[in-house]
Structures are given as C-alpha cells and as structure tokens.
C-alpha cells in the first residue's frame, strides 16, 4: 500500500514539473494581433505569422510603395468605417487553401462595418488581389485610378456595391460576387473587363452607369442570376462603341436586363432564361441580336420611348416568339 501511495506521488510530481517547464504559450495560447494605421512609407510584408492585421484607422500606402500580403493572413477592420486607400501597390495573392481575408472585427459582423479597398495608384505598377475573401465592407473595393487586377475572389455582403469602378484599367476574373446590398459590381468608367465570374444575390448583378463615351468595358462569359433586380442595368449617360456585352447566361432575375438608359446598346450571343423579364427597355434606340432568349416570362419589352432591333434571336421554338392572341 505505502508503495503505491509513493509510486502515485512521484507521477504526481513529475507531471507537475513537466507542466511548470511548459512555454506557456503551449498552455494558454496567446491572442496576439498587430495594429496598423497610418502610412505605410517603405514597401513592406504583412506575414502570416503577425496576424490578423487589424485596420484601427486608415492605412496609407504611398505613391512608389508596395505593401504585400502573404497567404493566409486576415486583415480585421475595427472600430469604425476605416479604409485602405492605395497610392502605390498592394500585391495580397492568396492560395485557395489560405485565401487572404479582408473583413469586420467584430464578433457578429454585418454590412458597413468598414469603409472599402481604395485603389489610387495612377502611374504605379499593377496591383492584384488574388484568393482574396473581401466581406462587410461599405463598399468591397473602389478603383478610382490605378491599374488593379481581381481574380478568383470572394466578395460580399457589403452595405453597398461589391466592386465600384470609378476609373483606371480593372480585370474583373474568376471571382465571386454575391450578398451585397445594392449591386455587385458598379461601372462608371475606366477601362473594365468582366468575365468568367459568378454575380448573385444582388440587387443588380452588374450595373454600368455615368458618362461612358470614352470608357472601354468587356462582360463577357459570367453567369448573372438570382439578383433581386436586374442581371445587368445598362443606365449610362453616354455609351461608346467600345462597350461589349456578350457570351453571357443571364437568368433567375427579375429583369435580366434592365435598359433605362437613351444612350445607344448592343447586346448579343447570350442565353437570357427564367428570368421575368428578358429584357426590358424605357427609352432610346437599341439592339439585342443573336440571343437565346427562352422560358422567361416575357421575353422582350418596351416601353413607347424605346425602338428595339430584336431580330435574329432564338426564342425557344424556331417558329419565333411565342405571344398568347397571336400565335
């Protein structure tokens, strides 16, 4: 009996003293963050292993600067509608096992949050964002200049627009752009290509609004579909021959595509289906030609303000539009 009493005594021990030469990091993982505000002057490295990064006002990266982010970090915004506004370059490539996140600090994140990804960099080398998670900003990302690339991204759930592009030269690839408030990617000018992405639970999936006479914009080869309002919203000032939307399956909306607008459109080769309204139109001149436009509720409509070319679509039978008096 005494040796067992001593036997359990020296386990006793020795575990109390491989406790006590424990790090005590191994005992009681510590919470560590790295607070960042400010300008950022040098070109600098956010490392996976100081993260989360969190935004506590806004952070400046300078003309001629590069910030880089590693695979995997989180950069948390906190306390306020804080922005990253970048006059020089931001490289945050992610991989699609350790995407690069860009979110709310808060416990129980919502839309707003944070303020938006602002890209100023006119002159500056490209910037990428790539496996990139961007969610509960205001605005996810703004591009008021710059030359900015977005591939294979999540962005969402924010208070407005996913992707607002005021101006400069935006690739748009790959990604996905779901759960924001008013639309998920917003157009006003630049030089833009959208395609191969994934638009949904919008309000309006892609809206191309302001003066587009001297913008470039390609959407081509994404699916539009289950957004509140429109698919695609064509409300521009001024349009340009240069705007191209094509190869597009564009279904589930409401409208799948909305044409307010006087300026002039071109829509061909996409495959317009279940949505309410194909595509309705309020006012001017415009063209939807080579379409496949099936099984919506009413295919194609207008307005007495609006002159529509309509011909050489597929409307589901080879025999034309269907119309219940008429056919």
């Avoid at 009681?28 to 956010?46: H, Q, R």
């Avoid at 600067?65 to 931001?90: K, S």
């Avoid at 006012?283 to 099936?294: A, D, K, P, V």
């Amino acid at each position: 009996m005494m040796k067992n009493k001593l036997k359990s005594l020296v386990i006793l021990v020795t575990l109390t003293f491989s406790i006590l030469t424990l790090p005590l990091e191994r005992l009681f993982p510590v919470v560590k963050a790295t607070y960042v505000e400010g300008e950022i002057s040098i070109d600098t490295v956010w490392t996976l292993l100081d993260s989360p990064f969190i935004v506590c006002q806004n952070v400046t990266i300078k003309e001629g600067v590069t910030l880089t982010i590693e695979p995997g970090v989180e950069v948390r915004f906190g306390g306020g509608p804080f922005t990253i506004i970048v006059n020089g370059r931001l490289i945050a490539k992610g991989t699609e096992e350790n995407p690069i996140k860009f979110t709310s600090n808060k416990e129980n994140p919502m839309a707003g949050d944070w303020a938006t990804l602002l890209f100023n960099g006119t002159g500056q080398p490209p910037s990428t964002l790539e496996n990139c998670v961007i969610a509960y900003g205001i605005d996810g990302i703004t591009v008021n200049n710059g030359n900015v690339t977005i591939r294979k991204s999540v962005i969402r759930s924010s208070l407005k627009n996913g992707i607002t592009l005021l101006n400069g030269s935006v690739a748009i690839e790959q990604c996905i752009v779901q759960n924001n408030r008013e639309g998920g990617i917003k157009v006003s000018g630049g030089n833009v290509t959208i395609q191969n992405n994934n638009i949904t639970l919008n309000r309006n999936g892609i809206s191309l609004t302001g003066n587009l006479a001297n913008s470039s914009v390609l959407i081509s080869r994404n699916r539009v579909f289950a957004n509140n309002n429109s698919g695609i919203l064509l409300e521009m000032e001024s349009s340009s021959s240069s705007i191209s939307i094509r190869n597009n399956t564009v279904f589930l909306n409401r409208y799948g595509f909305l044409i307010p607008t006087n300026a002039s459109t071109f829509i061909t080769r996409n495959y317009i289906y279940n949505n309410t309204f194909g595509a309705f139109y309020q006012q001017g001149s415009h063209t939807i030609r080579f379409n496949n436009i099936c099984n919506n509720t009413v295919g194609v409509d207008a307005s007495p303000d609006a002159r529509v070319n309509a011909t050489q679509n597929y409307w589901g039978h080879k025999s034309g539009p269907y119309h219940e008096s008429l056919n």
